[in-house]
Nanobody, 121 residues
Framework: VQLQASGGGLVQAGGSLRLSCAAS????????MGWFRQAPGKEREFLTG???????YYADSVKGRFTISRDAAKNTVYLQMNSLKPEDTAVYYC????????????????WGQGTLVTVSS
């Protein structure tokens, strides 16, 4: 499976961005999909995941501000990020793992290339 992430950029605090991750090379419905991020000097953090039936998980750091969704027709997963804070500045990675349990995505099998999100204060 190949994952192509896009949508990062520079935004002011309080603003919004939407990240996209297009998947190819596999049957989209067979995979749980999600997003991680890595800020400078910090470990990679698991943010959110979504299963094919629409079950979702959010880390406390983004709950209520970020929304994950998936479009089966486009083989794409999205991350809508609202109320962005400077501490959200990081490289964001989409990830995938074959299966149906979101918890397994903590050890992804596939990674996208990362897209940089910078939130200015």
């Amino acid at each position: 499976v190949q994952l192509q992430a896009s949508g990062g950029g520079l935004v002011q605090a309080g603003g919004s961005l939407r990240l996209s991750c297009a998947a190819s090379g596999g049957t989209f419905s067979y995979y749980v999909m999600g997003w991680f991020r890595q800020a400078p000097g910090k470990e990679r953090e698991f943010l959110t995941g979504i299963s094919d039936n629409g079950d979702t998980y959010y880390a406390d750091s983004v709950k209520g501000r970020f929304t994950i969704s998936r479009d089966a027709a486009k083989n794409t997963v999205y991350l809508q990020m609202n109320s962005l804070k400077p501490e959200d500045t990081a490289v964001y990675y989409c990830a995938a793992r074959r299966g149906f349990r979101i918890a397994t995505l903590r050890s992804p099998a596939y990674w996208g290339q990362g897209t940089l999100v910078t939130v200015s204060s």
